[in-house]
């Protein structure tokens, strides 16, 4: 799209503006209502969180490293992957996302800030809350959730070990955050668009984050009302999950997982959109199939209500319903692949180099793709009940959200740090961080698929002999890579610090209003809105 | 945020967008509430869970399909905590479609302080729920048992001869639940 560059000279000119003030200190951050500010203090958290997570899956590497119990007992194993699982997904990758859009919404459809700016201090700061709920349960006597995070009733309910109500709240208030951060992006979006950004000229980025906040509107509630359901049944005498009482086991796994299946195209959705920004942007070309691409994630965000129940397929459903399932999820496939052959089709005869948010986009393609594969064989019902809980299905989510999720993220924040920092970050580090990772990740998921083919259970601390070698690998990969992303740290930290300094538009290819303004980017952006064409 | 809003002054302003996707919020959390009595309802028509119908039937005579014979098993289970003794009196029986049988399950209560118990049947496969039909059952109510106190429970029941061709063996399952606390308060 064209656009006009006219916004540089007029924020000078509001520098007179009260708005300008900034508090110091700890203030400035508390009391921000910026959206710069509060995105960066989400990609903080999410960080924070994300090095927590991975610090709990580096002991569980460390228990899986040989058969038999060495380090932790079975316990305290189930709490270490059931709250690696909350924090990852709740703590690390949504918040992350939550800090681009932030960051980058607002820039990049010419709005001054999120339509509901103290609104979005509040939706941040109730989330470190949240996580210290669910953490302190870890210094408990009775311990932390150890149901798995997808606290399956009767696990959560009767056989909980006591930690049910603190996990509960902690999920509220998360839900409660996120749903105030959905609220904040639809109203941004549909109220603040520069003049002439019609819905078809928003860029990519920002349709992904518009679908992905309708999805977190549409079932957040309906995990906060599963969870104030496992509540009541586990300490106010009701019945919904227990079948002494009338209820059904079963109909937790229904709820949950129509939860659930959207919400894992919550967490790749965004990431969908990060690099539709940059492969075109390191291709030199627009966007192949700009349309068909804002189609087909409408329509995986639709079909991702229609497709709960096959992580259900071995609870004994009627055939129709394990067909009908399997089919929906099958058609899930189609518009996945318009994505990624568009992708592929923006890179073909592009003019492409290999800077840091390339290498992640690209990685990210084939790595997503074989995690989408994965998908498909589990998608078949007759197969799932072989590759039902076991490690199959391990590699097949950690493909999806580490190769997924999180490499978008990567690519995202080395694309955009320049504009955040004003400084270019080191790239010979950035690229040691990249094929540092790319190795360890595969090397830590890829034999974890033909562990789950073995039949290797997930969930145990413990396995049968023949699985030992592999588990080996899969914990070198594992420490390799939570340590490579202590290189990560290292290039924020300095680009922070200082570096080259970055010009207003560092990529020659790059498109996009964010690119209009100075880097790092002035506190106020967009004060008054830029003409599009 | 007044020079925001200001900027789009065509638009619908932010409140009533706001209005209605926080309605939607509710809307969202009540229908997970929802889902509970539709589950129900979905499983009655589907059979989908194996529940079996908690009100006894009338017997419909509708002949007896003497060329299929079923085989009904019999399973019972105790829930964590209950101190009873709840079996079948026999394992399984052979039965055709539209024939009426009763079958005793035998219960005791080997602690030493009162008890109600509640069992709460299931059949599996579960598309063979629908055409399980209970005429008298005593997991239709409650069974309070005093300490050490035993008794004879009644089952009785015919397999509809609706049933489909390709179901040969179904299988009953009890599990026995301790629902004093419940039933105390």
């Known amino acids: ?533 | 945020m007044d020079k925001g809003s200001a900027q789009n002054t065509d638009k619908p302003n932010n409140s009533k967008v706001i209005k209605k996707l926080v309605l939607v919020v509710f809307a969202m959390f009540g229908f997970g509430f929802a889902l509970v009595p539709l589950y129900d309802v979905f499983c009655d028509i589907t059979g989908l869970n194996g529940k079996t119908n908690e009100v006894g039937v009338i017997y419909k005579d509708e002949g007896i399909d003497t060329s299929r014979t079923i085989t009904v098993q019999f399973i019972t289970r105790m829930a964590k905590g209950i101190p009873w003794q709840f079996e079948p009196e026999i394992n399984e029986i052979s039965v055709h479609p539209g024939e009426v049988k009763f079958v005793s399950f035998y219960a005791k209560n080997k602690s030493k302080h009162d008890i109600v118990g509640q069992a709460v049947p299931s059949v599996s496969p579960g598309v063979a729920a629908g055409y399980f039909q209970k005429i008298e059952c005593f997991c239709f109510t409650q069974q309070p048992l005093k300490a050490g106190e035993e008794v004879e429970m009644g089952l009785q029941f015919y397999v509809d001869i609706d049933l489909p061709s390709e179901i040969t063996t179904l299988t009953l399952s009890y599990t026995l639940y301790d629902i004093s606390a419940k039933v105390g308060s």
């Open chain 1, 1 to 533: 799209m064209a656009t006009e560059i006219i916004n540089e000279s007029l924020d000078d000119a509001h520098t007179d503006d009260h708005h300008d003030y900034k508090m110091t200190g700890i203030k400035r951050w508390l009391y921000t209502t910026n959206h710069k500010d509060i995105g960066t203090l989400y990609l903080w958290f999410a960080f924070i969180m994300f090095l927590t997570g991975g610090a709990l899956a580096m002991v569980i590497r460390a228990e899986l490293f040989q058969p038999g119990l060495q380090i932790v007992e079975p316990d305290f194993f189930n709490q270490l992957t059931t709250v690696h699982g909350l924090i990852m997904v709740f703590g690390a990758i949504m918040p992350a996302f939550t800090g681009f859009a932030n960051w980058m919404l607002p820039m990049m459809i010419g709005a001054p800030d999120m339509a509901l700016p103290r609104m979005n201090n509040w939706s941040f700061w109730i989330l470190p809350f949240a996580f210290a709920i669910l953490l302190s349960s870890f210094f408990m006597e009775s311990g932390a959730p150890n149901f798995g995070w997808t606290f399956y009733a009767p696990l959560s309910t009767t056989y909980s070990n006591g930690s049910t109500a603190f996990f509960v709240f902690a999920v509220h208030i998360m839900g409660i955050s996120s749903i105030m951060g959905a609220i904040n992006i639809v109203v941004t979006i549909m109220n603040l668009r520069a003049p002439g950004m019609t819905y078809m000229k928003m860029p990519l980025f920002v349709w992904t984050f518009f679908i992905t906040a309708y999805l977190l509107i549409a079932v957040m509630p309906v995990l906060a009302g599963v969870v104030t359901m496992l509540l009541t049944d586990t300490y106010f005498g009701t019945s919904f999950f227990d079948a002494a009482g009338g209820g059904d086991p079963v109909m937790f796994q229904h709820i949950f997982w129509f939860f659930g299946h959207p919400e894992v195209y919550i967490m790749i959705l965004p990431a969908f959109g990060i690099v539709s920004t940059t492969i075109p942007a390191f291709s030199r070309k627009k966007l192949f199939g700009y349309s068909s691409m804002v189609y087909a994630t409408s329509s995986i965000a639709l079909l991702s209500f229609v497709v709960w129940a096959h992580h259900m397929f071995t609870t004994g459903m009627p055939l129709f319903g394990e067909l009908f399932f399997m089919y929906c999820t099958m058609l899930i496939a189609v518009p996945t692949g318009v994505k990624v052959f568009n992708w592929v089709a923006t890179m073909w005869r592009g003019s492409l180099s290999f800077e840091t948010p390339m290498l992640f986009s690209i990685a990210f393609v084939i790595l997503f793709t074989i995690g989408g594969f994965s998908g498909l064989m589990l998608a078949m019902t007759p197969v799932d009940f072989q590759y039902h809980d076991t490690y199959f299905v391990v590699a097949h989510f950690h493909y999806v959200l580490v190769t997924g999720s999180l490499f978008s993220i990567y690519a995202g924040a080395y694309y955009w740090l320049p504009k955040w920092t004003g400084h270019m970050y080191n790239d010979s580090l950035s690229k040691w961080h990249f094929w540092c990772s790319l190795i360890s990740v595969n090397l830590l998921f890829f034999p974890m698929h033909f562990l789950g083919l073995a039949g290797m259970p997930r969930r145990i601390p413990d396995y049968a002999l023949q699985f030992a070698d592999f588990n080996k690998w899969v914990s070198i990969g594992g420490f390799a890579f939570g340590l490579s992303q202590l290189i990560f740290l290292a290039v924020v930290i300095k680009c922070i610090k200082g570096g080259k300094k970055a010009p207003a538009k560092p990529w020659d290819g790059a498109e996009g209003l964010e690119w209009t303004v100075a880097s790092p980017a002035p506190y106020h952006t967009f004060s008054t809105p830029p003409k599009i064409d």
